[in-house]
């Protein structure tokens, strides 16, 4: 099945600066790719996503991109700011193929520290 | 409004004493699952359902069962619950398991057993 490792799983910046969180994935089946912000006690939440036909995606002060040759797929979060403090999880899968079991499967996620 | 409600929020309960968590959709999404979170472990699948009456074992699903016999409701039951099952659950839906759709996550339920 899919695995997927995440770095860092802590991660510390100055507010201002940016913050990058890396992903790598393990089936080249993959085509779907999510990033999830969870905040503490909250559930988590979708903040952007991308799909294997685009290599770069931006809202706002959030892009994503992707490597699908090196499998493997990063946050950037320019600016941050103290509302950004979070633990943020990246996410693969696969579009469904005769009803396959293909959900998505997490990173261990990255506990980002906005500093003041 | 488009949620995913999970009830109980929070619960303490003792060693094998069964309990079910339930979680409803009101999105008539095809495909729920449902995760565990545990500290350092992210989010782990324990069940997922394709749609109604078909379920299967995700990641963990070792002390779990589920039932699938409306589209809206996707209940975790815990027949014999034990203290390694403490841990933070969310139950998800999306539209299907197809196509990268949006997974939308319930609230969570805090699960203490002791």
């Known amino acids: 099945g899919e695995n997927v490792e995440q770095h860092p799983s802590t991660l510390s910046v100055q507010e201002g600066d940016s913050a990058v969180i890396k992903c790598t994935y393990s089936?080249?089946?993959?085509?779907?790719f999510p990033w999830y912000k969870q905040e503490l006690g909250k559930r988590p939440q979708l903040i952007i996503d991308?799909?294997?036909?685009?290599g770069e995606k931006k809202d706002q002060r959030i892009a994503v991109t992707l490597n699908k040759t090196a499998k493997h797929f990063s946050l950037h979060i320019t600016e941050t700011q103290p509302e950004d403090s979070a633990v943020y999880f990246c996410?693969?899968?696969?579009?469904?193929?005769?009803?396959?079991?293909?959900?998505?499967?997490f990173g261990k996620g990255t506990h980002l520290i906005i500093q003041p | 409004e488009a949620q995913v409600t999970q009830n109980p929020r929070y619960l303490i309960t003792v060693t094998g004493k069964k309990l079910t968590v339930t979680c409803s959709q009101n999105?008539?999404?095809?495909?729920m699952s449902w995760y565990r979170q545990d500290p350092g472990l992210g989010l782990r699948q324990i069940y997922y359902?394709?749609?109604?009456?078909?379920?299967d074992k995700g990641d963990v699903p070792e002390g779990y069962k589920v039932s699938r016999k409306e589209k809206r409701n996707f209940p975790l039951i815990l027949e014999s619950p034990s203290p390694n099952q403490t841990s933070l659950y969310f139950c998800?839906?999306?539209?299907?398991?197809?196509?990268?759709?949006?997974?939308?996550f319930g609230e969570g339920s805090w699960l203490t057993v002791v």
């Open positions: 998800a839906s999306s539209l299907s398991n197809r196509g990268g759709n949006t997974i939308y």
């Open positions: 089936d080249s089946a993959s085509n779907y």
């Open positions: 991308i799909r294997s036909n685009v």
């Open positions: 996410a693969a899968s696969k579009s469904g193929s005769g009803g396959g079991a293909d959900g998505l499967t």
């Open positions: 999105m008539n999404h095809e495909y």
């Open positions: 359902s394709m749609n109604v009456e078909v379920t």
